[in-house]
């Protein structure tokens, strides 16, 4: 770890935050690491500009292709082929490539909630409706409800579903047991499965994510979405390199895909996926998934401690956390506002991910220590002003 710089703010010079913005405020809301990304892709992506040409790429540059492969096989434990490689504009892109391509307006496309929130553009955006399978919450953990969403795949409108794996925003991933059960689901009922595994590499405690079309039926009747966005801190590119192992799903993707107007790598993507899926890349995720290990032991020691009735729900994927803070008593607004004015942090509000997401809070931990014991401090003192710690022990 020390090898890698996770105490330095990534530089945000020349952001425009608008005349609302608070350098005091912390800003624990949204997904991005407030890290700088693998110093290879940084390099990779300075040779790019340094360069001087920003043109075109065919997608089907082998060196590419070689990485993607590779990385699944080396990283993942994900035998695919090459030609399985479908790269598309962005994961919520092919998302929406998806549905135009293999549902029509009017189905429904199924989601569990508390989901991303993005779903729910994406499907209302193509005319589709937004179908819930809500997750079942018990004690800080989350299953789904298999008897339930086998009667929605029943219903013949309801053409596809969207798994999230890990799930985000509770950041845990869904054991082989759970994708069986899927699988075999939507293969009864011929609802196609479009996988969103963009959170995979981030993953702790020795797990590892099972690629959903390694179950066995699934591989034909499924869209698997991966990308750097989440792993290197890349979102704010839109490149994914979606895998399709069935030949007809694929040709129908990629015509759908074309008519959209895609037309080749961005050059700086093609530069940063070959740098961020090498040997480099993945001692920098080792680096960050230990250094965030730490932080999250941090925050669960300090809720334990001064807000026992907060519940830091059970934590397998991501850099961010996903927290029960309904027993403090405080509508979402209550809390929202005791967060940001009192305390001076931002957390992303529960209820934008749907139903079961009321009084919950999503918060980034994928942060310098200094800026999280910063926002732990402000927190504390906010609590204590407020009332809602009574003693400090």
């Not at 989601?111 to 800080?140: A, E, F, M, S």
């Not at 074309?258 to 920098?284: Q, R, T, V």
């Not at 931002?346 to 918060?363: A, I, K, L, S, V």
């Amino acid at each position: 770890m020390g090898k890698f710089d996770f105490e330095t703010i990534a530089d945000a010079q020349d952001l425009d935050f608008g005349t609302d913005y608070n350098p005091d405020l912390i800003v624990l809301s949204g997904a991005q690491l407030h890290l700088k990304t693998a110093p290879c892709i940084i390099e990779a992506l300075v040779k790019r500009a340094e360069s001087g040409l920003y043109g075109w790429i065919p997608s089907d540059r082998p060196a590419y292709l070689n990485a993607v492969q590779n990385w699944m096989r080396e990283v993942r434990d994900y035998e695919i082929e090459k030609e399985w490689i479908v790269p598309s504009y962005g994961t919520l892109r092919a998302i929406s490539t998806s549905i135009r391509a293999f549902t029509n307006e009017r189905d429904g496309v199924i989601v569990q909630p508390p989901v991303y929130v993005l779903y729910d553009r994406v499907i209302r955006n193509t005319g589709r409706k937004i179908v819930c399978n809500q997750l079942i919450y018990r004690n800080g953990c989350y299953e789904m409800d298999f008897e339930n969403l086998e009667r929605l795949m029943a219903q013949p409108e309801n053409k596809m579903m969207i798994l999230c794996n890990p799930h985000n925003p509770i950041m845990d991933f869904w054991e082989k047991e759970d994708l069986h059960r899927v699988a075999e689901l939507s293969k009864k009922y011929g609802v196609l499965v479009i996988a969103d595994e963009i959170f995979a590499e981030h993953v702790f405690y020795g797990n590892k994510v099972v690629p959903y079309s390694t179950i066995p039926g699934a591989a034909d009747n499924c869209i698997i979405c991966t990308s750097i966005g989440k792993s290197f801190n890349f979102t704010g590119f839109s490149h994914s390199n979606v895998i399709i192992p069935d030949d007809k799903i694929r040709k129908a993707y990629i015509m759908q895909r074309d008519a959209e107007h895609y037309g080749s790598l961005d050059p700086f993507m093609y530069n940063a996926i070959i740098a961020a899926y090498s040997k480099e890349g993945k001692e920098w995720i080792d680096a960050l998934i230990e250094f965030v290990a730490e932080n999250i032991k941090t925050v669960k020691d300090f809720f334990a401690r001064y807000y026992p009735d907060v519940t830091i729900c059970r934590h397998r994927a991501g850099t961010l956390l996903w927290a029960d803070f309904r027993k403090l008593g405080l509508t979402e607004d209550e809390l929202h506002h005791f967060f940001a004015k009192d305390a001076g942090i931002t957390m992303d509000r529960g209820n934008q991910y749907g139903p079961g997401g009321e009084g919950f809070c999503r918060f980034q931990v994928g942060i310098p220590r200094q800026e999280l014991e910063r926002a732990l401090d402000k927190l504390l003192k906010a609590g204590i002003k407020r009332g809602i710690i009574k003693t400090l022990d």
